[in-house]
């Protein structure tokens, strides 16, 4: 029988739009067998230029700066949306009103409105099937922490906590860009840039979060206009995150956001206690999970407790072929394994996971903490 296949429309083809193409060209080299076939079959870009650039050296044989007309045509699929946030509701609901699958970039929208309408659309559309870039619930190391907790593992969950941080915005000379104006990125900026990935995860590792408390700074509050870097533009979203929630399950947690965590580069830290044992990861040693075993034996000099390194590595389940389990995992590695599971769920027309109702799920925390940090009290986790 032969393979099916999937022909893939790219929307936005700056940093994202590159990657994914990119996850999607690798599939052959990591996976054997594939789920499917998937070819590059177009994009649509903003710029004459970057739609040269795009078809010139990615080879896509189509190109468009509409992405309209990408949506409607009937050699396309699937649509990958990698636009800033703004664009992301137009582009999944023309997306899903031309029968198309969509892997939608994160943060999922503007507001919890926006992801709300947006994950109503993909209810409504069952044969379209859609899926986040969350791509950290693919890291080897966390879907093994994902199967210590179901396992019970770490027993009664009781505190949790999460960094995502980065140095990118320390420099105050970095000139305005879309991801801190609020019309294009929305209300927050640590927040909903990093915040959602870690939000995300922590419901993936955790269970629903019901309540966030939340403060936030700006620190720098105006930057450089890019192309007049003598004229200032004031910054409205923050530098720095900081969430206290509660899990429904009864743990606490701490969410940590950070654009400006000077000495930082990509570090995401995972930390969980509870009553039967305890996990510590951080993306910076990706290969390792930590894991504590409240059950190992004591003694002189302390027997067989303390933390151990499970060493997962690239330990992907088959069909994963190459390069073996024993070798080094990196970050574009998540995204290709994601794209892959993404792609297994279009050949066996189930639902994906992370789909846009988990989107939707994670803006109504990243909306609840704007509330809070406006109204000084805690906030309920809103339904979607």
Known sequence: MSMREFRIGVVGFGFMGKMHSHAYR????????????????????????????????????FGTLDYRELCAREDIDVIHCCTPNHLHKDVLLCALKHGKHVYMDKPLSLTLEEARTMAACARNHP?????MTFQYRFVP????????????????????????????????????????????????GASFDL??????????????????????????????????????VPVLV?????????????????????????????EIR????????????NLMQPNFLEFFDET????????QR?????????????????PGPKCTIGWERFHVHAIKEFLCALAEGRPAQPDVVDGARTQAVLDAALWSSAAGQWAPIEEV
Not at 127 to 131: G, L, S
Not at 165 to 171: I, K, P, R, S
Request: net charge negative.
């Open 26 to 61: 690798s599939l052959p080299f990591y996976y054997d067998p594939l789920p499917a076939r998937a070819v590059l079959a177009g994009v649509a870009t903003q710029s004459q230029a970057s739609l040269d650039a795009a078809m010139d050296t990615w080879g896509f044989p």
């Open 195 to 232: 915040g959602a990935h870690v939000v995300d995860l922590a419901r993936y590792l955790f269970g629903e979060i019901e309540g966030v408390f939340h403060a936030k700074e700006t620190f720098i509050r105006e930057r450089p206009q890019a192309d007049a870097p003598e004229t200032m």
């Open 238 to 266: 923050d530098d720095l995150s900081l969430m206290t929630v509660r899990f429904a399950n009864g743990a606490l947690g701490t969410i940590e956001s950070s654009r400006i965590a000077t000495g930082a580069q990509d």
């Open 296 to 303: 190992d034996s004591g003694g002189d000099y302390g027997g």
């Open 270 to 281: 995972v930390e969980a206690h509870g009553s039967g044992g305890a996990i510590r990861f």
């Open 141 to 188: 190391a966390l879907l093994r922490a994902r199967q210590l907790v179901e396992e019970g593992a770490l027993g009664r969950l009781f505190s949790v906590r999460m960094v995502y941080l980065h140095a990118g915005y320390v420099d105050p000379a970095r000139p305005h860009s879309w991801r801190l104006d609020v019309e294009k990125s929305g209300a927050g």
């Open 127 to 131: 044969a379209c099937i859609t899926q």
């Open 306 to 322: 303390g933390y151990k390194l499970l060493e997962c590595v690239g330990r992907y389940p088959k069909p994963s072929a190459l």
